[in-house]
């Protein structure tokens, strides 16, 4: 427990009930890995977090852009809280320290750990919120994320990318980009796409994924660092 206490200190949560942290802490894959363990994974929390966060980020945006349209603020929100976003604050929080993991999924780095770290971000939100009701989730929301806002509106991060760079493209170079499927391989359950993306006809960066669609932003975001226009 001295663990999970100094991991309580360190995310600024006065714990009543520990076990809900140990909780949040915990993915499936620690559980398949060691039967004997008795506690739960924290899927469940996470459920019940993401629904506060929602809700917290939906009151803060609201109350902060009082004359901004709906769709703005459904693009900021979905900029504040996805996966990227939760996991650098996760990282920043020091949670990947005090994770329950299997030694395979321990291993595992990118968008697979990403994935993990905005999850146990999630639950422990759904944890405070069980242990000290939505005021103190709401807090600790606050202090970890909507400083972000101004960040995200500066850089244009609430706009995907294939958009941040036709609007570059366009601005800077007078064309529009186009988006080529360069090759697909796999079997159709599972397909891996690379696309090319051209200004002018000429070749600005590739990106892969498992669709066209997710292909076509990888390729904007690489476009984006290459140019230097992120």
Known sequence: ???????????????????????????????????????????????????????????????????????????????????????????????????????????????????????????????????QGYAAAEAFIARNLFGKIEDIIVKRSYQDGKSRFQEAAQEKRGITPEYKTLSEEGPDHAKLFTVGVFIGGEEIARGEGQSKQGAEQAAADAALRMMQWA
């Open 1 to 131: 427990m001295s663990d999970v206490a100094s991991c309580a200190a360190r995310l600024g949560l006065a714990f009543k009930n520990l076990d809900l942290l140990v909780e949040a802490l915990t993915h499936r894959s620690y559980l398949n890995e060691h039967r004997e363990y008795a506690g739960a994974h924290n899927e469940r929390l996470e459920f019940l977090g993401d629904a506060v966060l929602e809700l917290a980020a939906t009151d803060f945006l609201y109350k902060k852009f009082p004359a901004n349209p709906e769709g703005e603020l459904t693009a900021y929100r979905a900029a504040l809280v996805n996966t990227v976003s939760l996991a650098e604050t996760a990282q920043q929080l020091g949670i990947n320290e005090f994770l329950l993991l299997s030694k395979g999924e321990s291993r595992d780095t990118g968008r697979a750990r990403e994935a993990i770290l905005a999850d146990a971000f999630e639950a422990i939100i759904g944890a405070a919120y069980l242990d």
